[in-house]
């Protein structure tokens, strides 16, 4: 298996710029995590899904961020218009849905708004 | 205060010496429990699951107290290999979301 997939790998974009982060989850895998990491916030949950519909989106900072799962396989985070301190590293992960079992992530999208 | 909350470090031990990471949680409603590893500028893994009678892969031990609701990692005969961030990670089951700490980062030199 491949793994979680995420593209692009690095991001360098301008303030007001829109930004679109790709994730393929692991064949198979129901729940969907998009998570943000900073030096200064840690490891911080965005939103999740369950069979491609989002069940909290709690930790999305601001309407600026719009996530969206059209199908099982595919997942995108979209921001508009980014800002400077939407710089940080987004991850995807994937897990099977129900039970106790662990998340994969993917490699992660590291982004720097100018 | 934070749900999750982990020693800050860093950790720097010399090779072969036995280190301890220390996590709290704060929701008692929190039902599995995770240490994952991320090395510097990837992704994190999971390194073990947290079972309440402890359990022991090779060199690294987990414990968790619910009563206390504290989590443990202890890492024997440490390597080079083993510098990394520990992250603690708390699964809210019926939620169905995780919460992580923000990491012990341990530094092994020779």
């Known amino acids: 298996d491949a793994g979680v997939i995420q593209s692009p790998r690095h991001e360098v974009t301008e303030m007001g710029q829109e930004v679109t982060l790709r994730c393929k989850p692991i064949s198979g895998h129901n729940s969907l995590f998009w998570y943000r990491q900073t030096m200064m916030r840690g490891l911080e949950l965005l939103i999740y899904?369950?069979?491609?519909?989002?069940?909290?989106d709690s930790g999305m900072p601001e309407d600026r961020f719009s996530a969206k799962m059209p199908n099982a396989s595919f997942s995108t985070l979209k921001i508009q218009p980014s800002e400077p301190r939407d710089s940080a590293v987004y991850f995807c992960?994937?897990?099977?849905?129900?039970?106790?079992?662990?998340?994969?992530f993917g490699p992660g999208t590291r982004l720097t708004v100018l | 205060r934070k749900e999750v909350e982990q020693d800050p470090g860093p950790f720097n031990v010399p090779e072969g010496a036995t280190v301890a990471f220390n996590c709290t949680y704060s929701n008692s409603a929190s039902q599995s429990f995770f240490w994952y590893r991320q090395d510097c500028r990837k992704e994190p893994k999971l390194l073990m699951s947290?079972?309440?009678s402890g359990n022991e892969d090779g060199r690294f031990t987990a414990q968790l107290n619910r009563a206390s609701q504290y989590i443990s990692l202890l890492i024997r005969d440490s390597k080079l290999s083993d510098s990394a961030t520990y992250l603690c990670v708390v699964l809210h089951t019926n939620a169905g979301k995780s919460t992580f700490g923000d990491g012990t980062t341990l530094t092994v030199k020779p």
């Open positions: 899904f369950n069979n491609n519909v989002p069940i909290d």
């Open positions: 992960a994937s897990r099977p849905l129900g039970g106790e079992d662990t998340q994969y």
């Open positions: 947290v079972y309440s």
